[in-house]
């Protein structure tokens, strides 16, 4: 295994209207990947304007001054490639594997789309889109079991106006009262070069990918004015236990036991990664062994603990379990915060450790063996950190954390406020 946490070339430039630009050549297989990440995400929505961020998700796709509604992904995969795009709290990002010739396509469709889309949004689209998001909050999140626990857990961590308090799917209430040009102002304010890092991992040459973007990308102008997301590395300490119990159609109940911890990116994170793989990760884990294993109060695929990797405030660390028939949402509770509150009083012990390591290693590893996989995490780095490579120092960072580390978080973390969310079948007559 290689010492460094990335052993690639990375070269960097910046284009003249603010542009970052990350290269990783790989002359391993003629592919290539465009990743190209905004910082722009749930965080940054003003008030009233929730869901924004990802709703735009979507119009980006429905066509720009040069290329019609739906061309962009007949292009990409009429060229043999494959695109998609996601957003989180803290950015969105837009992304294509394509063969290493169709690079410059690739390049030319995401400047287009940069620069291009509010001349081409109409009420039409706009309204459409709308709509598609409605079903998917519906299909992922009101008409699945347990489904809406990530838009209850978060209002639960972080009080109303933190940035964080509301999910990325945001609110229909907000969606549905803005107009056109409400949204045309949101795109111009926030998709703009000097917002944006893009990100070329494969088949290509850092000189050729720097001239390919300064030709297509190069005459966009920079927005100056760009809001600052708001600041929510301080959170209010209530001191005390959020409780919330929802009765729902579900097969059985479950139990949320949620913290905030630290920082994506900060040493402390990196502990609670590794504490998080030592509870919750595996048949290995302590969940798995005490509650599906042991006690036999848990099923023994839904038992699991894992952070969340927010960035710009205290992330989430948080650990589920879902009852075998027979037993309560109470017992079920019970057992988990044992469990959890043992990580401050039982300490890791060698083989749990090198255990979790061993995961984190091969789970970083399975990450950086694709094009699209690098070039997600060095756009990543350089938007959230200003430099992409500090990617070399993540898997160092995991590896050096000890269980005298894993302890002190424990008791810091598990000392703060408290979240329980428990889900309940709907009684039946």
């Known amino acids: 295994m290689p010492d460094s946490g990335y052993p690639w070339p990375i070269e960097t430039s910046r284009l003249d209207n603010g542009l970052r630009v990350v290269v990783s050549e790989d002359r391993t297989a003629p592919a290539v990947a465009v990743n190209l990440w905004y910082d722009v995400g749930s965080r940054h929505e003003p008030a009233g304007q929730t869901g924004f961020a990802h ?28 695109l998609n ?66 838009l209850r857990l978060l209002p639960l961590l972080y009080p109303p106006g933190h940035p964080y308090h509301h999910a990325t799917i945001g609110s229909m209430a907000d969606l549905n009262a803005a107009d ?48 600052p997301a708001p600041d929510g590395r301080s959170v209010p300490v209530s001191g005390q236990t959020a409780v919330e119990s929802v009765s729902a159609d579900v097969p059985a109940p479950r139990v949320y036991i949620a913290h905030r911890s630290y920082p994506f990116g900060s040493p402390g994170y990196n502990v609670i990664t ?37 960035a710009h405030a205290p992330a989430p660390l948080i650990a589920t379990a879902t009852a075998r028939p027979g037993v309560s949402g109470e017992r079920l509770a019970e057992g988990l915060a044992e469990v959890v509150d043992e990580l401050a009083t039982v300490p890791v012990t060698a083989a749990e450790l090198d255990r979790a390591k061993a995961l984190l290693s091969t789970g970083w590893w399975r ?63």
């Open 274 to 310: 590794v504490l998080a793989t030592v509870l919750g990760s595996g048949r290995g884990s302590r969940l798995y062994q005490r509650l599906a294993d042991g006690e036999r109060l848990a099923q023994p695929d839904l038992v699991g603990a894992y952070g969340v990797d927010l």
């Open 55 to 82: 709703l735009f998700e979507h119009l980006m796709f429905e066509g720009s001054v040069n290329v019609a509604k739906t061309e962009h992904m007949k292009l990409i995969q009429g060229s043999g490639g494959s």
């Open 180 to 227: 056109l040009a409400t949204f045309q102002a949101f795109h111009q304010t926030y998709y703009a070069p000097n917002n944006a890092v893009l990100t070329v991992v494969g088949d290509a040459t850092a000189s050729d990918v720097f001239a390919l973007a300064d030709k297509y990308f190069g005459a966009l102008p920079p927005r100056d004015d760009i809001p």
């Open 367 to 429: 990450q950086l063996s694709t094009v699209d996989g690098r070039a997600d995490l060095l756009g990543r780095y350089a938007t959230q950190f200003g430099d992409p490579a500090r990617i070399a120092d993540q898997l160092p960072g995991l590896l050096a954390v000890t269980a005298e580390q894993i302890a002190e978080a424990a008791a810091e973390v598990l000392a703060t406020d408290r979240v329980i969310l428990t889900y309940l079948p709907e009684e039946t007559s």
């Open 85 to 150: 795009a996601t957003t989180n709290p803290d950015r969105t990002n837009y992304f294509e594997t394509v063969p290493a010739e169709h690079l410059e396509l690739a390049l030319w469709l995401e400047a287009d789309r940069m620069g291009g889309l509010v001349p081409a949004l109409t009420q039409e689209t706009l309204d459409n889109q709308r709509d598609v998001v409605k079903n998917e909050r519906r299909q992922r999140y009101e008409n699945v079991p347990y489904g809406d626990a990530w």
